[in-house]
């Protein structure tokens, strides 16, 4: 068996075990990870500073983008704390592992259960986001998956610090769990392939290879570029869960209101311009043009926040005009003409292009033309335009009076999230715990056979009566329900 087999093998292993787990031992590897990366801070900053320090030559000779280099750093304010507190979270978080999604009663004491299940084998491949590790790694053991991770070479000593600090948690708590009987063989087993439910792969020639492991690998997610996703995606026969761009726009309707409008945007182009969440493209109705709102809104973007405007004619001969003209004199740098490519255009930057539109009908159709389906606002004062705008738009999230920054899964409540996810499958937008399960059908019986059931002499026909479940109910609970009604 080669090495990468060997790596994908381990990690089915590891898969195997992750899926017995009750809730209660998830919390507990959870915790003792949280544990081991508070201790081990000092060595991981000190680790990102050296990533940091080969990185930025590569920055300063435009190698490697600044808006990668930004995602590097895992040193700036609150961003140790932020990854720490997220796994804290998905501790807190209901189990997503064997809740029933739907009950039938095909005849009496044969029941029909589709149950949730962890997807297995992911093998997550991502670029710089050190932080993505941990993350990835508390998403996957608390939804009973083994995890593959592949970062970018230019986080390699981070994700190394990181890794070795979730390793050495997963075998001290492997031990306790799995070790009290030390002459068990089965308990023996399970503490050693606990061991890589989270694997460090080092090379890009480590990607082409797993790649072609669908034997053993369950799911693909690949989280960077555009180059990268589409890479991942034309080389397996894996399932792949990812956005290929994060295109964002934002609709400024004709009833949107100026200080609604300039404290959303701001915040969807200026808070964090390197994240597929950030606005790209700002779409004003025209008759903004002729008030004091696109102006006003200009001048936050531009003179406030440094933000460089790629306007279309009619929005750029607005800021021409002899008032805007004294305004943005000292900025004209700020200002430049679009062409139709910047429409296109991820920016990861503090620069926004700018479409004049006339409707809302026409935000939709640029959006489902130049948009990535990953997230669209409309700043209006209309419910009935923006339910027309929510509806229309082919977008994993599509947001009323909202920055777009919002697409994230710690804000939504999911704890962390391991990826955004453009796909029209099982997980959509930012993916949870929830986008990490599928489900199985469990059939209950007591000795029934397929030869009693259908027409003529001697057979019965299926009750097919559904059963009522509780949210987020159990098999188990659902079960001893049903056991005591009977």
């Given amino acids: 068996m080669d ?36 201790a081990a801070k000092p060595q991981i900053l000190a680790s990102n500073k050296q990533d940091k320090d080969l990185a930025l030559p590569q920055v300063e000779a435009g190698k490697l983008s600044r808006s990668l280099y930004k995602r590097l750093d895992l040193e700036g304010p609150g961003k140790f704390e932020t990854m720490l507190q997220g796994i804290k979270d998905i501790e807190q978080l209901d189990d997503p592992v064997g809740k029933v999604l739907m009950a039938n009663k095909l005849d009496n004491g044969l029941e029909l259960y589709r149950v949730s299940c962890p997807v297995g084998v992911l093998l997550v491949i991502f670029e710089a986001r050190p932080e993505v590790v941990a993350n990835i790694a508390a998403l996957a053991i608390k939804s009973g998956n083994a995890a593959i991770l592949k970062g970018g070479k230019e986080s390699f000593h981070t994700c190394e610090a990181v890794s070795k600090a979730i390793k050495a948690a997963m075998e001290e708590v492997s031990a306790t769990t799995f070790g009290s009987n030390g002459d068990d063989n089965s308990n023996k087993k399970a503490m050693s392939h606990l061991a890589d439910a989270v694997q460090i792969v080092e090379s890009r020639e480590d990607i082409d290879g797993l790649l072609k492991q669908d034997k053993y690998i369950d799911l693909v997610i690949p989280r960077g570029s555009n180059a990268l996703v589409k890479y991942i995606q034309w080389n397996t026969r894996i399932p792949v869960l990812g956005h290929a761009d994060g295109l964002c726009s934002t609709f400024v309707a004709e009833s949107a209101k100026l200080p609604l409008a300039e404290k959303v945007l701001v915040d969807a182009k200026t808070t964090y311009p390197a994240a597929c969440n950030s606005t790209e493209t700002l779409l004003i109705h025209s008759s903004h043009l002729t008030t004091e709102i696109f102006p006003q809104l200009a001048k936050a973007l531009v003179i406030d926040n440094g933000v460089t405007l790629k306007c279309d004619p009619k929005s750029l001969a607005s800021l021409q005009t002899t008032l805007s003209a004294d305004l943005f004199k000292s900025h004209q740098d700020k200002i430049h003409a679009s062409n139709e490519e910047d429409y296109d255009t991820e920016f990861l930057d503090l620069t926004l292009a700018v479409k004049t539109v006339d409707s809302v009908e026409e935000a939709i159709q640029h959006i489902n033309e130049h948009g990535s389906k990953h997230t669209d606002a409309i700043l209006t004062e209309d419910e009935a335009e923006a339910k027309r705008f929510m509806a229309g738009v082919d977008a994993a999230g599509v947001y009323w009076n ?37 489900y199985k059908y469990q059939l209950h019986g007591k000795g029934h056979a397929t030869a009693d059931y259908g027409t003529g002499e001697g057979k019965k026909p299926f009750l097919h009566e559904r059963i009522d479940v509780e949210e987020k109910e159990t098999l188990g609970e659902l079960v001893h329900k049903r056991q005591r009604l009977d």
């Fill in 3 to 38: 090495r990468l087999t060997q790596i994908a093998s381990q990690a089915r292993d590891a898969a195997n075990v992750l899926q017995t787990l009750t809730t209660a031992q998830k919390s507990a590897f959870l915790l003792a990870i949280h544990s081991k990366l508070a």
């Fill in 402 to 438: 909202a920055s777009t920054r919002f697409a994230d899964g710690f804000r939504y409540g999911f704890g962390a999230e391991v990826g955004v996810s453009t796909n029209k499958t099982h997980a959509r937008g930012p993916v949870g715990l929830e986008g990490l399960v599928i």
